[in-house]
């Protein structure tokens, strides 16, 4: 299988016992929103009686700070717009590089941002048959960059669409039918909705010169601040985990799943909560088509509550099911986490065991979930490296 890993911070301990013996259903509240009055699932509108992310939030602030006083962040090297191969262990006389030739690297500057850089997600388009043209969607501290790399030795910055609020370290990017679906932790920020249909007439800005300003499609303000967001592509459903922040008309749902229907993606509409394990992470849904046949075409989420890998069976968005809540051997965060295409396996990210517990190698979680009511963490990876993992993707099995 060929892994994509990228790297970050996040905390958690707990020795909880896994309770796969009962199955957790959803209880029902009212909230309002706009003068209207919707069901939800579980708690709506309070925050996580207890999680951990403030406290990783506050590392990573105090990492950052350090950075910037030394001048090294944020990084702004000028852009390289040609391949540059892999040279005894530097990439442009520079980068760190095995293996890999970098093919070309835009400054953030270039980018049209004044800050950081903090996410990266990508939209393939195909505007007729044969026709493929590849876009980098960069997530920045004060808003979003449209990168066109079909050619990645000559990139084009093709405009910025700004935060809806303030700056924030923390913005996820997904797309669902040709819409980029934008969160973010900046207080009010809610979630953005951007047409990318129309980075087909966008002109690419020349170096040196301001990027494009972009405006969002569309708005979703059922939520203030948001860690992560998840899309089922299969089913139209969106999942915002890990919104805290409490107000009028905000729907925390307990830091836990908060529900999206996009299937009209300029038309986001709640459908409802799921906060029975408290904060969540960040998750993988799907279509479930695993070996436990009980569950077989459910929509199944897989997670990452910090401290657990957590099973929630959401195909009823009115009986939502948590399936299992699982801890494991020296949990500090519970951070992100992949399924294998036959769905039997998954394997986790825990993002602070390298700084908190004896073994500093990296070390990825290996997990049977062929009984999704009893997961098992059977072994784990370590890398010959020392790195703190962040996240990882599974593209393919060889």
Same mark, same amino acid.
């Given at each position: 299988m060929k892994l994509l890993l990228a790297v970050l911070v996040a905390v958690a301990v707990s020795e909880a016992q896994p309770r796969h013996d009962n199955h957790h259903h959803?209880?029902?509240?009212?909230?309002?929103h706009d003068g209207s009055k919707v069901e939800c699932v579980g708690k709506c509108i309070e925050g996580p009686e207890a999680f951990h992310m403030p406290m990783v939030m506050k590392l990573k602030e105090k990492a950052y700070a350090e950075c910037?006083?030394?001048?090294?962040?944020?990084?702004?090297?000028?852009?390289?717009?040609?391949?540059?191969?892999?040279? %005894?262990?530097?990439?442009? +006389?520079?980068y760190d590089c095995h293996n890999i030739d970098m093919q070309a690297y835009v400054s953030l500057t270039d980018m049209g941002s004044g800050g950081d850089g903090n996410d990266i997600w990508g939209w393939t388009d195909e505007p007729a048959p044969g026709v493929r043209r590849e876009y980098a969607i960069v997530g920045m501290e004060d +808003?979003?960059?449209?990168?066109?790399?079909?050619?990645?030795?000559?990139?084009?910055v093709l405009g910025i669409l700004p935060t809806k609020t303030g700056w924030s370290?923390?913005? %996820?990017?997904?797309? $669902?039918?040709n819409h980029a679906f934008i969160v973010s932790e900046a207080t009010g920020h809610g979630m953005q909705v951007f047409n990318l249909l129309r980075?087909?007439?966008?002109?690419?800005?020349?170096?040196?010169?301001?990027?494009?300003?972009?405006?969002?499609?569309?708005?979703?303000?059922?939520?203030?601040?948001?860690?992560?967001?998840?899309?089922?592509?299969?089913?139209?459903?969106a999942y915002l985990v890990g919104s805290?922040?409490? +107000?009028?008309?905000?729907?925390?749902?307990? +830091?836990?799943?908060?529900?999206?229907?996009?299937?009209?993606?300029?038309?986001?509409?709640?459908?409802?909560?799921?906060?029975?394990?408290?904060y969540t992470?960040?998750?993988?849904?799907?279509? $479930?088509?695993?070996? %436990?046949?009980?569950?077989?075409?459910?929509?199944?989420?897989?997670? $990452?509550?910090?401290?657990?890998?957590?099973?929630?069976?959401?195909?009823?968005?009115?009986?939502?099911?948590?399936?299992?809540?699982?801890?494991?051997?020296?949990?500090?965060?519970?951070h992100q986490g992949w399924l294998t295409e036959d769905h039997a396996y998954a394997i986790l990210n825990d993002?602070? %065991?390298?700084? $908190?517990?004896?073994?500093?190698?990296?070390?990825?979680?290996?997990?049977?979930?062929?009984?999704?009511?009893?997961?098992?963490?059977y072994s784990s990876f370590l890398s010959t490296e020392r790195s703190v993992d962040h996240n990882l993707y599974i593209r393919c099995v060889l």
């Open positions: 959803s209880r029902h509240n009212f909230t309002e910037h006083a030394e001048g090294k962040c944020p990084m702004n090297e000028p852009s390289i717009r040609n391949l540059s191969p892999c040279i %005894d262990g530097k990439s442009a +006389g520079q +808003g979003t960059a449209f990168v066109h790399i079909t050619n990645p030795n000559e990139p084009e370290m923390w913005r %996820d990017i997904k797309v $669902y039918k980075l087909r007439n966008a002109e690419p800005a020349e170096p040196g010169w301001p990027v494009w300003r972009f405006t969002e499609d569309a708005h979703y303000s059922w939520v203030s601040n948001t860690h992560n967001i998840v899309i089922n592509e299969d089913t139209g459903y805290t922040r409490t +107000g009028s008309g905000y729907v925390t749902c307990n +830091g836990g799943l908060h529900i999206v229907d996009i299937s009209e993606p300029l038309q986001p509409k709640f459908t409802n909560c799921y906060g029975g394990d408290g992470h960040d998750a993988q849904c799907v279509v $479930y088509h695993g070996p %436990d046949a009980r569950y077989s075409g459910h929509e199944i989420c897989f997670a $990452y509550n910090e401290n657990t890998l957590t099973v929630v069976d959401v195909t009823n968005k009115n009986d939502i099911v948590m399936l299992s809540r699982t801890p494991y051997l020296d949990v500090s965060y519970s993002e602070l %065991d390298e700084m $908190y517990t004896s073994e500093k190698r990296t070390r990825s979680l290996l997990w049977d979930v062929k009984n999704l009511e009893a997961p098992v963490h």
